[in-house]
T-cell receptor, first 114, second 111 residues
């Protein structure tokens, strides 16, 4: 599997602050980049996703920024809340397998302190 | 829809025993995936199926692991014989064009 590198491993943010998680990939064939949120004891759940034809996608407090030339993408959580405390995974897959066979980053454990 | 259903939620077994994990995907999803999650290795793709046919099993760690999808509504992941290093959370996911939906996972402990 092609690698997706994610950082930081853990992140502590104060309530109301901005959480930023970064990912980098190597395979230029990747063209679907989702972010997943996982709470303890649960499976990962799709949070937001982007394709490389746009540089940014926003859904509520969550924004993905995408830099195709640098092969990097990031998740920004605005006005972070204690309920956002979870593990976040970036992922990527190539177009020719479409939505299939996602390669996941190693995860970031986010703690939002009240 | 009840989502992706996995069973059992927890399994504790002795080394050398056979373990079978089960998954019911979301109706209408044409892809099914098995992932393993550990602290050390994160989320690893083991195998995936398209329309019940195995497409890529290169992530299956050893011959001790096997997976089947006899029909569109059921899949199994079998480990025989099980070893302590197989202890992990095993996730099943199914997908359509909207993306993956994961089950709640099976936490396997091999003692």
């Amino acid at each position: 599997q092609q690698q997706v590198k994610q950082s930081p491993q853990s992140l502590i943010v104060q309530k109301g602050g901005i959480s930023i998680i970064n990912c980098a990939y190597e395979n230029t064939a990747f063209d679907y980049f989702p972010w997943y949120q996982q709470f303890p004891g649960k499976g990962p759940a799709l949070l937001i996703a982007i394709r490389p034809d746009v540089s940014e996608k926003k859904e509520g407090r969550f924004t993905i920024s995408f830099n195709k030339s640098a092969k990097q993408f990031s998740l920004h959580i605005m006005d972070s809340q204690p309920g956002d405390s979870a593990t976040y995974f970036c992922a990527a897959s190539p177009l020719d397998t479409g939505r299939r066979a996602l390669t996941f980053g190693s995860g970031t454990r986010l703690q939002v302190q009240p | 829809d009840a989502g992706v259903i996995q069973s059992p939620r927890h399994e504790v077994t002795e080394m050398g025993q056979e373990v079978t994990l089960r998954c019911k995907p979301i109706s209408g999803h044409d892809y099914l995936f098995w992932y393993r999650q550990t602290m050390m290795r994160g989320l690893e793709l083991l195998i995936y199926f398209n329309n019940n046919v195995p497409i890529d099993d290169s992530g299956m760690p050893e011959d001790r692991f096997s997976a089947k999808m006899p029909n569109a509504s059921f899949s199994t992941l079998k480990i025989q014989p099980s070893e302590p290093r197989d202890s992990a959370v095993y996730f099943c996911a199914s997908s359509d064009r909207a993306g993956y939906t994961f089950g709640s996972g099976t936490r396997l402990t091999v003692v």
